[in-house]
């Protein structure tokens, strides 16, 4: 396990107190210069939360980036609050750079309440003990590049991804446009739920538009590709515990004018649907 590079995404998801509704959070640095979006999303949700009373727990976000962030700056997160009702709570959140918006959040919370329930059905998929890391994959598909270099990006080292279904990244075949990948925290998570939904957050961008691409033979990969998300949601229906597997299930059932739409369902072992993503991202080949 790799719990340093855990450690450091806690640290991360924290974020320092500037004022009543204002935060700092350090930004990751990556390979290829920009945030990574699940950083912004973890974030901003974590911004969020601190705004709200203890007994509400979050039950969906939505988020719109608007420009690319630099992974070399800090980020100010600023949180409105834009309502308190009976059960619900709902906050607006700004995260910026360099004095300019680079997303938007809006998040609801709830108070926890009894009634109907249903799920749909966990996929009949193999075991993460019977599937490769998927930082080995990675670090197998880099090291066959020419140019012969490992990610500075940490969070392959933070959170174990195990992905079912394989590709090559440099050489990517035509395959559905689906996969399958168990990932959970790569050491032990604090007993905080909070945390944990901040950390899923933050995992829940990771190779998520990259399912659109499957059917047309490329990947982020390859030479002029250009990928970046547009907007993000999540749905947080149950408890869950990261330090446990979790299987989240992508699908992309729709590509057009240059943007991919993906879908992603999120459960526990015990087969128990805990989240919901959507994800539509730029998805095109420079000309």
């Known amino acids: 396990m790799n ?3 855990l450690n450091q ?26 945030v990574y979006g699940g ?8 911004a969020a939360k601190q705004q709200v009373a203890a007994d509400r727990e979050i039950h969906s976000l939505h988020s719109y980036f608007l420009r690319p962030g630099d992974s070399s700056l800090p980020i100010i997160f ?4 834009t309502l308190d009702a009976g059960t619900i709570s709902n906050r607006r959140v700004k995260a910026m750079q360099k004095g300019q918006p680079i997303c938007f959040m809006t998040c609801s919370f709830q108070i926890p309440l009894a009634g109907f329930e249903h799920e749909a059905d966990m996929p009949d998929i193999p075991g993460p003990e019977t599937v490769e890391s998927g930082l080995a ?14 990610p500075k990006f940490s969070a392959l080292r933070a959170i174990d991804f195990r992905l079912v279904e394989k590709q090559n990244l440099l050489r990517p075949t035509k395959l559905p446009p689906k996969w399958h990948l168990w990932m959970r925290a790569n050491g032990s998570l604090p007993e905080d739920a909070n945390v944990h939904q901040y950390t899923l957050a933050y995992a829940s961008d990771f190779l998520f538009l990259a399912a659109a691409t499957q059917p047309h033979e490329v990947s982020f990969f390859t030479e002029n590709m250009r990928m970046a998300t547009i907007d993000h949601s999540i749905w947080f229906h149950r408890p869950f515990d990261f330090n446990d597997w979790l299987l989240y299930a992508i699908d992309s059932p729709s590509a057009s004018n240059g943007r991919g739409f993906v879908r992603g369902q999120i459960f526990d072992r015990e087969g128990r649907l805990v989240a919901s993503t959507a994800q539509e991202g730029i998805m095109r080949l420079k000309r």
Do not use: F, H, M
């Open 9 to 34: 995404l806690v640290d991360i998801l924290k974020l320092e107190k500037l004022d009543e509704n204002l935060y700092r959070g350090q930004s990751e640095i990556t390979d290829w210069g920009r």
């Open 137 to 150: 994959i990675i670090e197998d598909n880099i090291r066959r590049s020419p140019d012969d270099w490992l």
């Open 3 to 5: 719990a340093k590079a």
């Open 78 to 81: 600023e949180v409105e609050n």
């Open 39 to 46: 950083q912004v999303i973890g974030q901003a949700l974590s």
